[in-house]
């Protein structure tokens, strides 16, 4: 029993040796990862009511959209962007904004919200589609170049072929048909044979005196 008292008596100082070696790195590595775990709980707490919020705001903007109130649009994106800028709804607030300045007549209020999406959005999605309405703006008011130059910059592959569409439009706008010519047979290449585009790019490449595969001869 005594033997047993001194090994247990042994076992005890060995721990509190290692705990005073080692007890206070263990304690601070606990403390951290607890901080980390109620961190990361409290941010996800906070962006699940940011979403809700910018969601709630979105709708109604997305009304106000629908009845054409300019006004009120403009305003309730700058209030999303303000207070919910790093939601996706911010994003999609600016270009139901942008469509609405269109369809008033304000190209160039809408020519500066499209630019700013262009310029400041992380969403690659939203943003291609901001430049792709971009350059429609920069064409109907002539700038061919600065619509080309728009739709120079990278998509993604999902944007690829309206992207090279959108190119041979402005070529064909400049009497340039072998430009556009090319420009269309890339977005013929990267488009599904269902597409209701690719059909269009294939009258627009027959137009310009190009045979397009038929249905299935395509890889």
Do not use: C
Not at 22 to 30: H, K, P, R
Not at 36 to 50: C, I, M, P, S, T
Not at 119 to 131: F, Y
């Amino acid at each position: 029993m005594a033997h047993l008292d001194l090994e247990e008596q042994e076992q005890l100082d060995q721990l509190k040796h290692f705990w005073k070696q080692y007890g206070n790195a263990i304690s601070w590595v606990v403390t951290a990862a607890l901080v980390l775990v109620a961190g990361w709980n409290a941010y996800q707490y906070w962006q699940n009511k940011q979403a809700v919020q910018a969601s709630a705001l979105f709708d109604q903007l997305d009304q106000a959209s629908q009845a054409k109130d300019v006004a009120k649009t403009s305003r309730m994106a700058l209030d999303l962007n303000g207070q919910f800028g790093s939601t996706a709804y911010a994003t999609q607030a600016q270009l139901l904004a942008a469509e609405v300045l269109v369809d008033k007549g304000d190209l160039s209020a809408a020519t500066t919200a499209l630019q700013s999406l262009v310029e400041h959005s992380s969403d690659k999605g939203l943003q291609s589609v901001a430049r792709l309405r971009l350059a429609s703006l920069q064409a109907e008011s002539k700038a061919f170049d600065v619509a080309l130059n728009t739709l120079q910059a990278s998509f993604p592959k999902e944007f690829e072929a309206l992207a090279a569409d959108r190119r041979g439009d402005l070529w064909m706008l400049q009497n340039k048909p072998d430009q556009a010519q090319a420009e269309y047979q890339k977005a013929y290449d990267g488009l599904t044979e269902r597409s209701e585009l690719r059909r269009l790019v294939e009258v627009k490449l027959n137009a310009l005196g190009v045979k397009t595969a038929p249905a299935g001869a395509a890889s």
